[in-house]
């Protein structure tokens, strides 16, 4: 398996220098991610596809960076399958037909064969794609070298979910992980484990941070822990979002 990468043109505060979306060639080409639509990530697509046909695109969750280019991927490359784990509210933002994946599902992707892994936390419909064979998960936004996940409140994320997702794919032992932001993993155990633990002391911080608040008064937990606080893609007005999701 060579899976290719394909940069989504869609740089920002929360999605860093932009996505990466992950093209599979072969006998069932399989884009994982969609991307936002840039023609940019569409032309370099078609030039990668190298005059083969888009057969689908495995999208890990309903968030605007990685669904909202189903659309114009439609009407660029014609008659494509669109597969995710469904998420009603958000999947009707963006409108293709949507084929539904479950968890342990194995899909046909390029000239191998991929099973879907429900990983909610940062979405309820989070899912990675694990290749056995290489031990190679396409992790979307699971992980991100370098930086934390940001947990969504306003758009269901759950961190007890997200920790959860994070031991089952630590019991899957992957010898890399193809994330949707920032570099290939080539140790994603051990930032797992960082990951874990980083949370536990996020979570405790918060909790002695309580301790010292009287009541009836604005806690002002930020000005607590603020100055420990890693920002996300190193942007420091999101301090208080980490925060939040601890």
Same mark, same amino acid.
């Given at each position: 398996m060579n899976p290719i990468a394909i940069h989504a043109f869609n740089?920002?505060?929360i999605t860093g220098d932009g996505?990466?979306?992950?093209l599979l060639p072969g006998r069932v080409p399989t884009l994982i991610d969609a991307g936002t639509g840039d023609d940019r990530h569409l032309a370099h697509l078609e030039e990668r596809l190298d005059g083969a046909t888009l057969a689908q695109v495995l999208v890990t969750h309903a968030h605007g960076d990685h669904a909202?280019? &189903?659309p114009?991927?439609?009407a660029r490359f014609g008659a494509v399958a669109f597969r995710k784990l469904p998420w009603a509210e958000r999947d009707a933002k963006w409108p293709v037909s949507w084929i539904p994946i479950r968890d342990g599902d194995v899909v046909d992707a390029g000239d191998t064969s991929l099973r879907?892994?429900?990983t909610p936390g940062h979405a309820p419909d989070h899912l990675c794609f694990w290749h056995e064979e290489t031990r190679t998960l396409f992790c979307g936004d699971l992980a991100i070298e370098g930086a934390t996940v940001w947990i969504p409140a306003r758009l269901h994320g759950d961190m007890a979910a997200y920790l959860a997702?994070?031991?089952r794919v630590l019991a899957l032992d992957p010898a890399r992980m193809l994330p949707a932001h920032g570099p290939v993993?080539? &140790?994603p155990s051990s930032l797992i484990r960082k990951y874990l633990a980083h949370r536990r002391e996020r979570e405790?911080?918060?909790?002695d941070a309580l301790r010292e608040v009287q009541p009836g008064v604005d806690p002002g937990i930020v000005p607590v822990v603020e100055q420990q606080v890693t920002p996300v893609f190193g942007d420091e007005r999101l301090h208080r979002v980490v925060l939040i999701s601890p």
């Open positions: 740089p920002g505060p996505n990466w979306t992950w909202s280019g &189903a114009a991927i439609e879907a892994v429900h997702s994070l031991e993993i080539d &140790a405790n911080q918060v909790i």
